[in-house]
């Protein structure tokens, strides 16, 4: 019975937004790297370039640039768009989001 009903508390606050509230996890690694407007064009431009298909449009049609930017303004991960837009291919520009840039921040 206690379950249902925090179950139900949960849905209410989360329908009525009380839970967005709530912080974002800790990142024990250190901080997010995050990337502006720049960083997330310069980054999208390259991944097109390599043909990866994270440059592509989803398939509900939002562009590479506002994917990642939604994405860096999340708190919750980081395309680690600085690293993206050095990437010399599709799988090393994958593997920057397990990474932290060392130029981020700087």
């Known amino acids: 019975m206690n379950l249902k009903i925090s179950v139900l508390y949960f849905v209410i606050l989360?329908?009525?937004g009380a839970a967005t509230s709530l912080t974002p996890p800790v990142?024990?690694?250190?901080?997010l790297p995050t990337g502006n407007e720049q960083d997330c064009a310069n980054a999208c431009t390259n991944l097109r370039y390599h043909g990866c298909p994270a440059g592509n449009p989803t398939p509900e049609g939002a562009p590479c640039e506002t994917v990642c930017l939604n994405t860096e303004s999340s708190g919750y991960a980081s395309m680690n768009p600085r690293c993206v837009a050095k990437a010399l291919d599709c799988s090393t520009?994958?593997?920057c989001s397990d990474e932290a840039d060392p130029d981020a921040g700087h």
């Open 27 to 31: 990142n024990h690694n250190g901080p």
């Open 14 to 16: 989360e329908a009525c």
């Open 93 to 95: 520009a994958d593997a």
